[in-house]
């Protein structure tokens, strides 16, 4: 987000102050060219705006040809190892390779690939990983972190010694405040945009609450362009995460809804009502902070800095707007009437 470099993914910028980019991955097998575009639709209706294939061998150019032309987002090949497939996959319409030079072989190998790269105007993510670290970087005795971005930064001068720039960085790790420094570390030396993520992060939960932190922490400290949430499972929920992440930092136009824990003064169901908030509110492209309250005693004043929110009473709920009382209601009539105040309040904005 705060890159000096902007790098375009076909019509996708990364980095500069271009906002911060949601990707994920098929996990469909590539040869099943149906299978794959109908998951890089769904990824895209749920807010993906990148999607990365892999691209194991040759078997696949074919069917990832017919994924790249048919495809409305930019798709991304991922290389291991073999340069004829990386060349390959450009010149069948991939928008950007993920390649690990250090996993192509000979400088001379990179070099054709970087030359057709450079042919195609498309750029080239490099990096290192927690599991990719360079052995004279570990036998330096340097910290880890330190270790897992030099190794990084030698790719990025592979690179650059071919005069490519057109480069955008990943480095990811499993440990979240190795990767939250080697991330830092990089971004102070190169201008390059940064790719972020948590390696491996496990299974739905745990990746969230890992990666929540550990990106969060980057994202915070204005670090990182394009993001991809892993998490063990269907991609779509990636893509989901990352969506609610940004927006619940503010890096993302979005509704966003707080409520309060409940105690013994509550009077509604507040977990219900957040729900149904949340479903209400699904549409809406504003950033705006919606409160959900147990109590209309204390709740418009604990949540007066929220745009709106609603307030539980015994019989249904108190519609406030920044801490004020705007309408009190019987619960059969809160939808509709919080849906008014909440259209009214998006279309006074709109005036200013
Ligand atoms: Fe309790 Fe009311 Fe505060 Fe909710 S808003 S935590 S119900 S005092």
Redesign the pocket.
């Known amino acids: 987000m705060f890159s000096k470099y902007t790098v375009f993914v076909k019509n996708v910028p990364i980095g500069g102050h271009n906002p911060v980019v949601i990707q994920s991955m098929t996990n469909t097998n590539t040869l099943d060219t149906e299978k794959t575009i109908k998951q890089i639709i769904n990824l895209s209706n749920a807010g993906a705006e990148i999607v990365r294939v892999s691209v194991r061998t040759l078997d696949d150019i074919p069917s990832f040809k017919k994924i790249c032309e048919i495809s409305s987002i930019p798709i991304v090949a991922d290389i291991h190892f073999d340069y004829k497939v990386a060349i390959e996959s450009i010149k069948a319409g991939a928008s950007k390779i993920r390649i690990n030079p250090g996993n192509i072989g000979s400088l001379w190998k990179v070099k054709e690939v970087v030359k057709v790269a450079k042919d195609y105007n498309i750029p080239i993510r490099v990096g290192a990983n927690s599991g990719s670290i360079k052995k004279e970087f570990e036998i330096l005795n340097m910290p880890r972190f330190k270790a897992l971005a030099e190794s990084a930064l030698e790719e990025v001068k592979v690179m650059e010694e071919l005069e490519f720039n057109n480069i955008i960085i990943s480095i990811k790790s499993t440990d979240a405040k190795e990767n939250f420094l080697a991330n830092k570390y990089i971004s102070e030396k190169v201008p390059y945009p940064l790719h972020i993520g948590i390696t491996e992060a496990g299974i739905y939960e745990d990746a969230l609450i890992l990666s929540s932190a550990g990106l969060g922490a980057l994202l915070l400290n204005n670090i990182g362009d394009t993001i991809r949430i892993s998490i063990a499972g269907d991609p779509i929920k990636e893509v989901l995460a990352a969506k609610k992440l940004l927006t619940l930092l503010g890096f993302k136009k979005g509704p966003r809804i707080i409520a ?4 013994a ?2 009077e509604i169901n507040v977990e219900y009502l957040a729900n149904k908030v949340k479903e209400w509110t699904k549409n809406i492209d504003e950033d705006i902070n919606v409160a959900v ?3 209309v ?3 418009p004043g ?1 949540a007066k800095h929220a745009d709106i929110g609603i307030a539980g009473t015994k019989t249904g709920g108190a519609i406030f707007i920044n801490g004020e009382i705007a309408e009190t209601v019987l619960f059969e009539k809160l939808e509709e009437t919080f849906k008014k105040y909440i259209k009214n309040l998006i279309s006074e904005r709109k005036k200013i």
Request: with cysteine; charged share 15%.
């Open positions: 309060c824990p409940t105690c003064r509550t309250m147990g109590c005693v204390n709740g604990e």
